[in-house]
């Protein structure tokens, strides 16, 4: 499986942006996903993560209620909806095959894609 992180950009606070995640090979639906972001200097933390039939979902406290994870399993892509951006939220975001671990851990890793939120 390979992953390929999409969507970043330069976004004013307040604003939103879609970050996906497309993935190549034919397993993609048999597998947890989950995003995670590594501001500068900072270690990389779990944001969100959805179970492999999309029924069961997490999110970290800091995005809960601003970030939606989904996927679409027939065109093997995960998806953050990223709302109300601040701009602690910049910083490279990855996506991931995640564990079942709570945080999710991640087991194999994709690019990342830069969002920077201005003031």
């Known amino acids: 499986v390979q992953l390929q992180a999409s969507g970043g950009g330069l976004v004013q606070a307040g604003g939103s942006l879609r970050l996906s995640c497309a993935a190549s090979?034919?397993?993609?639906?048999?597998?947890?996903m989950g995003w995670f972001r590594q501001a500068p200097g900072e270690e990389r933390e779990s944001v969100a993560a959805?179970?492999?039939?999309?029924?069961?979902?997490y999110s970290a406290d800091s995005v809960k209620g601003r970030f939606t994870i989904s996927r679409d399993n027939a065109k093997n892509t995960v998806y953050l909806d990223m709302n109300s951006l601040r701009p602690e939220d910049t910083a490279l975001y990855y996506c991931?095959?995640?564990?079942?671990?709570?945080?999710?851990?991640?087991?194999?890793w994709g690019q990342g894609t830069l969002v920077t939120v201005s003031s």
């Open positions: 090979g034919r397993t993609f639906s048999s597998y947890n």
């Open positions: 959805i179970s492999w039939r999309g029924h069961s979902t």
């Open positions: 991931a095959i995640v564990d079942n671990s709570s945080p999710p851990r991640g087991i194999y």
